[in-house]
């Protein structure tokens, strides 16, 4: 990305940030841009939606994924004017996204500058080892190579 792209890109989180803000929502905005030059602008919808997962990240990919009618955006650049948070993160790395670019960090939930001391604080993690499951997740995945060899009628 070139420094006046980033330059358009950050002026237009910036304009939907301060949007949000005024519709009082967290403002947050998220831009996705796919390989094809498609762009998505949105922003958080916490309070619009009266629901706690309605991140910008998270609609960015959704919308995104619509259009492509794909559960992958490989080689899609993502901006965000906040630190994603482990669930917007979990998200972005699921979905394949290329690059991410954020402005702000944050500090109380963002997933890359503070996963450690979050997880620490908020949660415990607990490995379980339980042998039934590997098996199980074997077996889908290689009937589902098995079903992608075999010619469709
Ligand atoms: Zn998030």
Not at 22 to 27: D, L, N, S
Not at 83 to 109: H, R, S, T, W
Request: charged residues 30%; hydrophobic residues 45%; neutral net charge.
């Amino acid at each position: 990305m070139t420094k006046v792209q980033l330059k358009d890109c950050l002026d237009r989180l910036l304009q939907k940030s301060q949007a949000l803000a005024q519709k009082g929502e967290i403002p947050v905005a998220a831009m996705l841009i796919l390989e094809d030059g498609s762009v998505f602008l949105d922003g958080n919808a916490v309070e619009e939606k009266d629901d706690p997962f309605q991140h910008a990240e998270i609609r960015v990919l959704r919308q995104a994924m619509a259009k492509t009618h794909g559960r992958y955006l490989k080689g899609a650049v993502l901006l965000v004017s906040l630190e994603p948070c482990l669930l917007c993160m979990g998200a972005i790395l699921k979905a394949g996204i290329k690059d991410l670019y954020y402005v702000l960090d944050d500090e109380e939930l963002g997933a890359l500058s503070h996963y450690h001391a979050f997880v620490d604080d908020v949660l415990r993690i607990h490995r379980i080892q339980d042998d039934r499951f590997l098996p199980i997740m074997k077996a889908f995945f290689s009937s589902i190579r098995n079903r992608e060899k075999k010619p469709s009628l």
